[in-house]
């Protein structure tokens, strides 16, 4: 397994302890979600529908890449790799 950062929004940082960002050992994007989920079960709500999808308003990176366009969450990650979340928050 490879050591991985995931980067979380301020909005989810309290589920967290606080920490803008966890280190995670995993091999793929969903590995490393599972892991998160694992460690700190209060997100799946926030990121996860009914349906285990990421939820319609969060987007998901590994590096640059959204992995919104990308054929599925089985993507390979590499030592070192960030992925971050983001939620899309609207207001007026």
């Given at each position: 397994m490879v050591q991985v950062t995931v980067e979380l929004?301020?909005?989810?940082r309290s589920i967290v302890g606080?920490?803008?960002?966890?280190v995670l050992e995993a091999d793929?994007?969903?590995?490393?979600?599972?892991a998160l989920i694992t460690r700190h079960q209060t997100l799946a709500v926030h990121l996860f529908d009914e349906s285990g999808n990421l939820r319609?308003?969060?987007?998901?990176?590994?590096?640059?890449?959204?992995?919104?366009?990308?054929?599925?969450?089985?993507?390979?990650l590499s030592e070192g790799d960030t992925i971050t979340i983001l939620q899309a928050v609207s207001g007026g």
């Open positions: 929004p301020s909005m989810l606080g920490e803008p960002a966890i793929s994007l969903s590995e490393a979600l599972r319609q308003h969060v987007l998901c990176f590994v590096n640059q890449t959204n992995t919104r366009w990308l054929n599925s969450d089985d993507v390979s």
